[in-house]
């Protein structure tokens, strides 16, 4: 008797719902926010928050050595996602009793105490327009105890980009390139002692900073086109990183005879704690029970019949609807086997949000069903080419399914042609891997795209240019 056949079963249109709003994240968003603003009316604050639409914008840090091309980059990743480019004269530029005592150590080439300067950057970003649009942060912070004085006044990223070069490259731009163009006023001349000074001082943060922000870092070469550069950096911030709000893999897996469904179905349960679901395996244990349903399909199973798909239906989602399934996530392969059941399976609200196709060609499928018996005494699984029997004893008492003759195979190859292009039709975002290779390299294969997030984009703009084009590398 299945244990889990009493437990709470929950209906899938809740998890469908907070899915495809993002509720956890919404909640654990506004939670991180009254926790470091701590209003005096709560309620009221998040009327507010949300009212302003800054849930989920982009919070961008952009570091690198100077010359690394972080200016260039920067007013890229902003004209894109419609962010606030954050530069330190910027910063400076703001009005106030804090600004004026930062320009006051900033005009006698005195050190800004970081205390202050960490303010000042507060300052700014609490500031409307980068409350809605998100804000990407150019060179800043400069060291660990700034960043970490950030994220005490709440001030944590999303994601950091960190552009990287070798200090001979980055002089030989400065010495290709006198002026730099910071603003549409400003212009400042470097020298070449400044910049070597200027890469010693980064040098000593560097390490620092990548332990600080290591769960949200992205190393990009900066010795390569601006072109290559920005794609990359567009890509990682589009990639929004894992958070520790619940996520239920929905996995349901398809693939011809022998290209491996078993086996990666239960990699993938024993590995991410996954309700591993096989339908014949499922209708076969109802009918072992002495229920209404399984003294029904049994006669079908019997016969060999298919059983109807109404029928298969009501025990799949039953099982799919238990607790383990819901909280946990599930592994389900053998079922939709045609269009018809897909379609019943999304009306049914059980709705895959991982799906992948084994795909291998006949000649090696023919190879491993073909060529595989197994023991009846021990139940171990033999194959003649990959995993051939200890001895002539093993041998003689090797038994072929009849369901893997030659005969039976070509049928169910035959099926599963003719259903298989329908099938990636309905679910065109699936991803499909070479199943005639190494079961681990397989496995690598859907365990990346497994854990991934599906990505955001913060409403990107169409580029009107290529990527750098007209422009120099700056800061």
Not at 186 to 193: F, I, M, P
Not at 275 to 300: F, H, Q, R, W
Request: net charge neutral; with cysteine.
């Amino acid at each position: 008797m299945d244990p889990t056949a009493n437990t709470l079963r929950i209906p899938p249109e809740m998890l469908l719902y907070a899915e495809k709003h993002e509720i956890f994240d919404l909640m654990q968003s506004m939670l991180r926010n009254l926790i470091v603003d701590k209003p005096e009316d709560p309620i009221q604050y998040l009327i507010t928050l949300l009212k302003r639409d800054s849930i989920g914008v982009p919070r961008i840090m952009l570091l690198g050595p100077p010359a690394s091309g972080k200016r260039t980059t920067a007013r890229q990743l902003c004209e894109r996602t419609r962010a606030v480019h954050i530069t330190e004269p910027g910063v400076l530029e703001g009005e106030g009793e804090l600004a004026r005592e930062a320009k006051w150590h900033a005009d006698r080439l005195q050190e800004i105490p970081c205390e202050l300067w960490v303010k000042l950057i507060q300052q700014r970003l609490s500031k409307l327009d980068c409350i809605r649009q998100g804000w990407v942060l150019e060179g800043i912070p400069h060291s660990r105890q700034e960043a970490l004085l950030l994220q005490e006044l709440g001030i944590s990223p999303h994601h950091v980009v960190m552009l990287e070069a070798p200090d001979e490259i980055l002089i030989r731009r400065r010495q290709c390139r006198r002026v730099s163009v910071c603003s549409e006023d400003e212009k400042r001349v470097l020298s070449d002692d400044n910049t070597a000074t200027r890469l010693l001082k980064y040098h000593q943060e560097v390490s620092a900073l990548q332990r600080t922000f290591q769960n949200c870092l992205k190393i990009i070469k900066a010795d390569q086109s601006h072109e290559d550069v920005f794609a990359q950096a567009l890509s990682y911030i589009q990639r929004r990183p894992r958070p520790p709000a619940p996520y239920t893999p929905r996995v349901l897996l398809f693939g011809p005879p022998g290209s491996g469904k078993r086996l990666q179905a239960e990699l993938i349960s024993q590995k991410y704690n996954l309700v591993n679901i096989c339908c014949g395996e499922l209708l076969k244990a109802v009918s072992a029970d002495k229920t209404s349903m399984g003294e029904l399909i049994k006669p079908y199973l019997a016969s060999g019949e298919q059983v109807p798909n109404d029928l298969v239906l009501q025990i799949l989602t039953q099982r799919l609807s238990r607790m383990d399934c819901a909280a946990r996530g599930w592994v389900l392969r053998g079922f939709p086997r045609n269009i018809e059941q897909a379609e019943m399976l999304k009306e049914s609200n059980f709705i895959p949000n991982r799906v992948f196709f084994l795909e291998m060609p006949d000649d090696a499928v023919k190879e491993v069903v073909t060529l595989r018996a197994v023991d009846h005494v021990t139940g171990e699984r033999y194959h003649s080419l990959f995993k051939p029997p200890p001895g002539p004893e093993v041998q003689a008492r090797l038994c072929q399914n009849p369901r893997d003759s030659q005969a039976r195979l070509l049928n169910r190859l035959s099926c599963y042609s003719v259903q298989v292009p329908a099938l990636k039709a309905m679910y065109p975002d699936a991803v499909h891997v070479n199943a005639d290779q190494d079961p681990r390299a397989i496995f690598e294969t859907l365990e990346s795209r497994l854990v991934e997030r599906l990505p955001k984009c913060y409403s990107v703009l169409p580029s009107t240019q290529e990527p750098g084009s007209g422009e120099k590398a700056g800061e």
